[in-house]
């Protein structure tokens, strides 16, 4: 009723000759030439990172008197070297699995309260302090940790012995605390802004209309975060874990600045020692020799390793459910 | 059990914006009411107090009654949770929830209001996808998502999604308007046999449909940009298509403005 569409007076009214240059064709080309030549030099500065750790580490391995993977030893001061990424592997892998066991939920409430339950006065200052945590540089983090979070954790490790002692991961000898799930606790409070503030633009997004679904059918609030919210931001939650997850495997200081480091798996998680990966290089790069430094950096393509299967196996969660995801509306 | 609903005084804001103006009508059980009118008049609103879901918008409130039978929607104490649970609502664009199955879909606000076993929850997924007439295209293939199915399928999936939970009234925000014609006849069919069981209230911007589905018509105007919407008329659909008692009406339909 509203729209009388008259085509033929304005197609007859008007004189104008279709125009045969473009002036919008150099930017085209810039632009994709830009673009494309970023890709490219991704593509090839990975490559050469894995070329360069591998040719490396190849040299070392190749020196190695006993087995890289399995040995709980790192002397590659002597002559023949004996090393193994055994127990970083571990430590690498446990530390980070509790910082995520800690901080993904946390983060995905403090999202949700932000992105749902706060009324707007609240919720962004409560975002802006959230993302300032990750502007703190992880040394603060460390020096905190070591002289705080150590010392205070004491008395949590003495309650989990008591309760928990019985399964022996939760054993506690005393002294002080300077273990891998300090570390995992240190490491949970570093990588939840970036988790919370990509699951809050996640759930920021989460189509207006498949949250009233559900309120339409008589959905309380958390039931409409349940049926629609979560679901609709699954992948991204699983996005910002692999964010949170690729700096808890890869974080340095902090993690050196706390854990009192030795070359044993132990088989409490709250007893001091064991190691990740880059806290070791970081801890021996300055002393070791040319031969050293091999070695680390041997320990270093594990790391990256880890870090592509990490990342290759969240691409496949997310891809499996990939008909369910709303995208194929 | 379908329901009476007698609006009174209601008037809907929008933070400090009044969108709609006291509103007063009456809808029957068991028919089919249209509201139409100009785009901005209020009208989907007024729908939206019908079960509460104004107030979820960001400075959304209401003043006024709205009574179900013999219950305010709007008296104290009264959860709207539970006003939904009532008063089913279609969209206008078909929302089925794109992480479940067809079935869940179907079974979703069943679960919302507690534990059912299997074979009640099969019973009911049936009964509703029949009730939506989309049974027949569907019993195949229930495990698969319902995000894959065509629009008018999914906007008829919404509608099974609604009845499921046997709602005494349910509220359609022009459910054609993202349809094809062939899927918006289907859906038109649909509203016709739906009205045996149910209080339906319709909102279109397609004064055919109003004319072709509907027993009653409520013809809804604002007198200029930022006034609130009125209601201009209420009448049998024949008589507000043939003889209307406003001169706005008659405009209107016969698209002199608006």
Not at chain 1, 297 to 307: A, R
Request: with cysteine.
């Amino acid at each position: 009723m509203k729209t009388d569409i008259e085509p033929t007076s304005s197609a007859a009214g008007s004189p104008s000759k279709v125009k045969t240059r473009s002036t919008g064709r150099a930017g085209d080309k810039i632009f994709l030439g830009l673009s494309r030549g970023s890709g490219i030099a991704l593509l090839v500065i990975m490559a050469a990172i894995a070329a360069f750790l591998t040719y490396r580490a190849a040299i070392a391995i190749s020196k190695d008197e006993a087995n890289f993977l399995t040995t709980f030893e790192w002397n590659t001061g002597t002559s023949p070297m004996r090393f193994g990424i055994a127990v970083l592997a571990y430590g690498t892998v446990v530390s980070s699995i509790i910082a995520m066991v800690i901080a993904v939920p946390v983060a995905v409430g403090i999202a949700l309260f932000i992105s749902h339950y706060a009324p707007r006065r609240l919720a962004t200052p409560v975002a802006y302090v959230i993302d300032l945590l990750a502007a703190v540089p992880s040394i603060v983090y460390g020096l905190w940790g070591a002289l705080f979070l150590v010392p205070h954790l004491t008395g949590l490790y003495t309650w989990f012995d008591d309760y928990l002692g019985w399964t022996g991961i939760f054993s506690y000898q005393g002294g002080a605390a300077r273990s891998l799930f300090t570390v995992g606790i240190l490491l949970a409070i570093m990588i939840l802004p970036i988790v919370t503030s990509v699951s809050r633009e996640v759930f920021r997004q989460v189509p207006k209309m498949h949250e009233e679904a559900a309120l339409a059918l008589g959905a309380t609030r958390w039931e409409v975060i349940r049926m629609s919210v979560l679901p609709f931001g699954r992948s991204g939650i699983i996005s910002a874990s692999m964010l949170g997850l690729g700096r808890a495997l890869g974080e340095t200081m902090a993690v050196a600045t706390v854990l009192s480091p030795n070359f044993l798996i132990e088989t409490s998680l709250l007893d001091p020692g064991g190691g990740t990966f880059a806290q070791n290089i970081a801890s021996r790069f300055k002393e070791a020799g040319n031969d050293g430094r091999d070695a680390l950096i041997s320990s270093g393509l594990v790391l990256f390793v880890i870090t592509l299967l990490v990342n290759g196996a969240a691409r496949m969660i997310i891809a499996r459910r990939k008909e369910y995801s709303g995208t194929a509306a | 059990m379908a329901k009476r609903i007698d609006v009174s005084g209601l008037t809907a804001y929008y933070g400090s914006h009044k969108a709609i103006e006291d509103i007063s009508m009456t809808v029957e059980p068991r028919s089919v009411t249209a509201f139409i009118g100009p785009s901005g008049c209020g009208k989907s609103t007024f729908l939206r107090t019908l079960n509460r879901m104004h107030e979820v918008t960001p400075g959304g409130r209401v003043e006024g009654k709205v009574m179900l039978d013999d219950e305010n929607l709007y008296g104290s104490g009264v959860d709207p949770v539970s006003v939904r649970r009532t008063v089913g609502m279609v969209f206008q664009r078909p929302n089925p929830f794109p992480t479940m199955s067809i079935f869940e879909n179907v079974a979703a606000g069943l679960k919302l209001n507690g534990s059912y076993k299997k074979s009640e929850l099969e019973n009911v997924v049936e009964k509703s996808l029949k009730g939506a007439n989309l049974w027949n295209e569907v019993k195949d293939r229930l495990n698969k998502p319902g995000a894959g199915l065509s629009g008018g399928q999914q906007q008829r999936l919404c509608i099974a999604r609604a009845i499921a939970v046997e709602p005494a009234v349910l509220l359609m925000d022009e459910p054609c308007s993202a349809l094809d014609p062939i899927s918006t006849l289907a859906i038109e069919d649909l509203i016709g046999e739906l009205k045996e069981r149910f209080t339906i209230v319709i909102v279109t911007h397609n004064m055919q449909q109003a004319a072709r589905v509907s027993d009653r018509t409520a013809f809804f105007n604002l007198a200029g940009v930022g006034q609130p919407g009125k209601l201009i008329e209420i009448d049998e659909t024949e008589r507000i298509f043939s003889n209307p008692s406003v001169q706005a009406t008659e405009d209107y339909i016969s698209g002199r403005f608006g």
